[in-house]
Nanobody, 124 residues
Framework: QVQLVESGGGLVQAGGSLRLSCAASGRTFSTYTMGWFRQAPGKEREFVAAITWTGGSTYYAESVKGRFTISRDNAKNMVFLQMNSLKPEDTAIYYC?????????????????WGQGTQVTVSS
């Protein structure tokens, strides 16, 4: 069992930055691919970024590539999403998710555990 708690969301102006954090419980954190997804009002949940269990590989949605960076600290059971050059279209609830040795990085149905989400609002 893994419990995930996100933090770091908030209101920011376009062009600004935010850093989201996700704290995970459990001693097997290093066996999970970790992903960030987001969901805007009236839209489907969409993939944002993922990082493999070793941290050796990262994956990004085209819409955030070059602006967002995912990282993890397995010693602290933490995963992060650094978001730069934010745009109003990045406004959404951001969710952290865990997939046991997952390989379907951008498929939300593959993920086993989810956090409660943190709101990110980007004003124009």
């Amino acid at each position: 069992q893994v419990q995930l708690v996100e933090s770091g969301g908030g209101l920011v102006q376009a062009g600004g930055s935010l850093r989201l954090s996700c704290a995970a419980s459990g001693r097997t954190f290093s066996t999970y691919t970790m992903g960030w997804f987001r969901q805007a009002p009236g839209k489907e949940r969409e993939f944002v970024a993922a990082i493999t269990w070793t941290g050796g590989s990262t994956y990004y949605a085209e819409s955030v590539k070059g602006r967002f960076t995912i990282s993890r600290d397995n010693a602290k059971n933490m995963v992060f999403l650094q978001m730069n050059s934010l745009k109003p279209e990045d406004t959404a609830i951001y969710y952290c998710a865990a997939d046991f040795y997952g390989t379907r990085y951008n498929d939300h149905s593959s993920y086993d555990y989810w956090g409660q989400g943190t709101q990110v609002t980007v004003s124009s």
